[in-house]
């Protein structure tokens, strides 16, 4: 049954466009500092845990509900149980909350892209030497100029997304993914080759659990917990709509299996790539979400004459993921309204739906980037310091997990064996007693958890 928005024509495409839409500013930009706040080791092997008895699990069912439904979140949940529906609802907007703040990161990224480009041809967009705290806060704070980088970084995206499903997405990510790898381990050979690297591959693979002390094993587990939806892609309808682009004779378990695999060591990798040349710069790994811009950009000065040639591959290889990315998010709620047009008769415009969607999120991108890290004028909301914070609570911090305990509720509980004819469609199932267990047991347990231990990091409750 061929899906009428669309199908990839190979596996390799799926798996390309499902791991691009994984592999994107949650593993470059949010995996190493997060790790460098949680502790290191301590993160990484809660990050692990959570990978086996979540991000595996999910993947799968995500995967099959959409394959079965051959519709969107909302439609998928519709035929998996209506009174689930609300939840397709949750992860369709949910990519609303991420485009937000995701495309304005994107056109930071694109700015360093060219600031870098700039030094090596000696123009003057470049970097030129100046401190890179000073470059980031004046860009960021610049007003039109960030703009300009965000609205390019937008329309990119859309004009992918309106290719279609083979002609833009799967084209796009077919390249983009493999070249990314090759970026990634450049600058990985090159990070861990610095003066001083060694303390930071040491900060990552020592055990070290002085973090773990008391309840601060939990704060951990919620950092942990939300670099996995946000990194994985989870609960942002996506999944559920790649898994309805999939040729029914492809093996679920296997792309469930090799997709948080390739993310988990596309991530691992980051924190290789950027790590230990923090360390061998004499920065802190705790330097928070600057350490993509502030401290990399550091480190890439020191190298002298080789470092705008440096900057210029990482940047290009994070501006490939947050692409992937940003396009798996848009195309979620375009399917999704694509979806509704159908069920009232009409026939679906792509161009139309995807150009409606992104121009209500860069309502919300503007917003962003004029807030400038709150540094803006801007009054900030909740009490948070930052717009991007805002967006991000209610999608990484609130719905995406919120959405994924709804998702093995209804698979651990509800409607236990909705998925099974599906998986077995293309394998054996050989892991269908564990991702029964943990749908119903681990899972949940894992997901109130990373809820609380949310909204008390977001709000600073002082819970524990």
Do not use: H
Request: net charge neutral; glycine share 12%.
């Amino acid at each position: 049954m061929d899906n009428s928005k669309g199908q990839f024509k190979s596996n390799f495409g799926f798996l390309m466009a499902a791991v691009g839409s994984a592999v994107g500013l949650g593993n470059l930009w949010g995996f190493p500092y997060k790790m460098g706040n949680g502790g290191g080791f301590a993160f990484l092997i809660l990050y692990l845990l959570m990978a086996v008895f979540i991000g595996y699990p999910c993947m799968l069912g995500e995967f099959a509900i959409g394959r079965k439904g051959q519709k969107a979140a909302i439609g998928s949940y519709e035929k998996a149980d209506r009174r689930f529906a609300f939840n397709g609802w949750i992860a369709t907007l949910s990519p609303f909350f991420l485009l937000t703040f995701y495309c304005v990161l994107g056109g930071y990224v694109l700015k360093y892209l060219v600031a870098n480009l700039g030094d090596i041809f000696g123009a003057d967009f470049g970097i030129n030497g100046e401190d890179s705290g000073v470059f980031f806060e004046t860009f960021v704070g610049s007003g039109a100029p960030a703009l300009i980088y965000t609205g390019i970084f937008i329309i990119v995206t859309v004009l992918i997304v309106m290719g279609g499903v083979s002609g833009g997405i799967e084209k796009f990510c077919s390249v983009a993914m493999p070249g990314l790898a090759v970026l990634l381990i450049i600058t990985v050979i090159r990070s861990c080759t610095l003066p001083g690297a060694a303390e930071g591959l040491e900060f990552i693979f020592k055990p070290n659990f002085e973090v773990f002390k008391g309840t601060g094993w939990i704060t951990v587990l919620a950092s942990a917990g939300g670099q996995i939806f946000f990194s994985l892609s989870l609960a942002s309808s996506c999944m559920i709509v790649y898994g309805s682009y999939l040729d029914k004779k492809e093996n679920l378990e296997k792309n469930a299996l090799l997709v948080p695999l390739m993310d988990t060591s596309v991530a691992l990798l980051a924190a290789l790539a950027t790590i230990p040349a923090t360390f061998a710069a004499g920065l802190s790994p705790a330097a928070g979400p600057g350490m993509l811009f502030v401290t990399l950009q550091s480190v890439f000065n020191s190298m002298g004459s080789a470092g705008p040639i440096f900057g210029v591959v990482f940047y290009l290889l994070v501006l490939f993921a947050a692409l992937t990315s940003s396009i798996g998010m848009l195309e979620g709620a375009v399917s999704a309204f694509m979806d509704r047009a159908e069920d009232k008769g009409k026939r679906p415009n792509r161009t139309k739906i995807s150009w409606t969607i992104i121009a209500v999120t860069t309502i919300g991108s503007v917003i962003v980037a004029v807030d400038a890290l709150g540094a803006g004028p801007l009054p900030k909301p909740f009490g948070l310091s930052t717009w991007l914070d805002t967006f991000d609570l209610f999608a990484e911090g609130f719905m995406m997990p919120l959405g994924c305990l709804f998702m093995v509720i209804l698979l651990g509980w509800i409607r236990s064996d909705y998925i099974d004819d599906e998986v077995e469609l293309s394998s054996s199932y050989k892991s269908k007693g564990f991702v029964k267990f943990c749908f119903k047991w681990i899972a949940p347990i894992f997901l109130v958890f990373i809820l609380v231990g949310q909204m008390n990091s977001f709000f600073a409750l002082n819970l524990f």
